[in-house]
């Protein structure tokens, strides 16, 4: 599968990672951790357990503020920014573990990301004003298309948390767009699949990649999933980036072979 689409080479990336890092206490779990991202690019990013990729995700997403370095989406500094407000410039992301609203059907769970994305008022909420109900029709519309997309529109009425876990994962994705990002963090989004599961998701965030100009950089553990999705992987080991280039160029990379590949079929 060639998942690579024709970018402008000319423009600038759409992210930026200068120099981050980040020290709890004794430990540095990410280190001088510089990166780019183009415009419509899918990055695979992988290395072995406890290398520093989900630390790298909460830096990005803010959940965490770097001890070091800053990062840039377009010409905006998001360095230190609370989550809400990097979502707000346009940066979402999924989680290993899938939570959906407790004892809350999927439309519900889905408001939650859309009302951070329009900003409701608390006064829109409780007088039901026109612009809420102008919203809320909007929100219904969008929420039926977004789960569409990943076959799952069937399930707005049902109790998230009870769905099979592969359902989960879809809607914790059509969740996402509701965001209206530019930028998609995917963490472990095939963690739990099945084979055939594995397969349709990976049409479908290539699909939603071209539908929406999405950039994503995915966090993956399967490697044939890597390897067939993604046009560059970024390889990190100890916190630090040791190799980025092609599938075929990281494959053959004696320092990632040694620190995570190994001697697997890849």
């Avoid at 998609?184 to 084979?195: I, Q, R, S, V």
Wanted: some cysteine; proline content about 3%.
């Amino acid at each position: 599968m060639d998942a690579s689409v024709p970018r402008n080479k000319a423009q600038d990336p759409i992210l930026r990672l200068q120099g981050l890092s980040k020290r709890f206490g004794g430990l540095e779990a990410v280190s001088g951790f510089t990166m780019t991202l183009e415009r419509g690019e899918l990055k695979g990013l992988i290395g072995p357990n406890g290398a520093g990729k989900s630390t790298l995700f909460h830096l990005i997403s803010g959940l965490y503020k770097p001890t070091k370095g800053n990062f840039f989406l377009e010409k905006n500094e998001l360095t230190g920014q609370t989550p809400d407000k990097i979502v707000a410039k346009g940066i979402a992301r999924t989680f290993q573990t899938v939570k959906l609203l407790e004892n809350s059907s999927v439309l519900e769970s889905m408001r939650t990301a859309f009302f951070m994305s329009y900003g409701y008022k608390p006064w829109d909420l409780f007088f039901h004003t026109k612009r809420y109900r102008r919203q809320e029709e909007a929100f219904k519309e969008k929420a039926h298309e977004y789960l569409s997309l990943l076959g799952v529109q069937d399930l707005m009425d049902m109790n998230g948390n009870e769905l099979a876990y592969g359902l989960q994962r879809k809607v914790s994705i059509a969740m996402t767009l509701c965001l209206n990002p530019k930028i998609l963090l995917l963490d472990e989004p095939m963690a739990g699949l099945t084979h055939t599961e594995k397969n349709e998701l990976t049409e479908t965030i290539l699909r939603l990649k071209e539908r929406f100009e999405l950039s994503i950089i995915l966090v993956e553990h399967d490697m044939k999933v890597i390897m067939n999705l993604c046009e560059t992987i970024a390889v990190m080991n100890q916190g630090r980036l040791i190799a980025e280039g092609s599938g075929s160029e990281i494959r053959n990379n004696a320092q990632v072979v040694e620190a995570y590949l190994g001697t697997s079929d890849v």
